[in-house]
Nanobody, 114 residues
Framework: QVHVVESGGGLKQPGGSLRLSCEAS????????MAWYRQAPGRQRDFVAS???????NYDDSVKGRFTISKDNAKNTVYLQMNSLKPEDTAVYYC????????WGQGTQVTVSS
C-alpha cells in the first residue's frame, strides 16, 4: 500500500544538527499523517514528532524546541530537522505513514557522541 524509506542518519557531536528524510511511495492519498519514532538499545520505540496532511505538527516533550518536522508534498517526503543534538538522541529513527494501518520504514541510525 504505502512504503516509506528513511535516510539522512549519521554520527554527530553534541550540539550538532542533522536532517532526516522519509520518502513515501504507493497510495499516498491514503496517508492520514506521518510520524517519526525512535528506539534506543534496550528501550521501547517512542514517539518523536508527527505531521498531518494539513501540516499540523506535534512533538514529544523531549524534542520540543530542538526538532522540527516538515513535509514537501511535491516530493512525498517528510523531514525531521534535528538541532542541538544530545547524546540521549542516539537511536534508530523510524518513519511511519499512517493509513488504515501503520506503515513503517526500515529505520536510520542517529548517533550523537563526542
Amino acid at each position: 500500500q504505502v512504503h516509506v524509506v528513511e535516510s539522512g542518519g549519521g554520527l554527530k557531536q553534541p550540539g550538532g544538527s542533522l536532517r532526516l528524510s522519509c520518502e513515501a511511495s504507493g497510495s499516498i492519498s491514503n496517508v492520514l499523517w506521518m510520524a517519526w519514532y525512535r528506539q534506543a538499545p534496550g528501550r521501547q520505540r517512542d514517539f518523536v514528532a508527527s505531521i498531518t496532511s494539513t501540516g499540523w505538527a506535534n512533538y514529544d516533550d523531549s524534542v520540543k524546541g530542538r526538532f522540527t518536522i516538515s513535509k514537501d508534498n511535491a516530493k512525498n517526503t517528510v523531514y525531521l530537522q534535528m538541532n542541538s543534538l544530545k547524546p540521549e538522541d542516539t537511536a534508530v529513527y523510524y518513519c511511519n505513514a499512517r493509513t488504515i494501518r501503520d506503515n513503517w520504514g526500515q529505520g536510520t541510525q542517529v548517533t550523537v557522541s563526542s
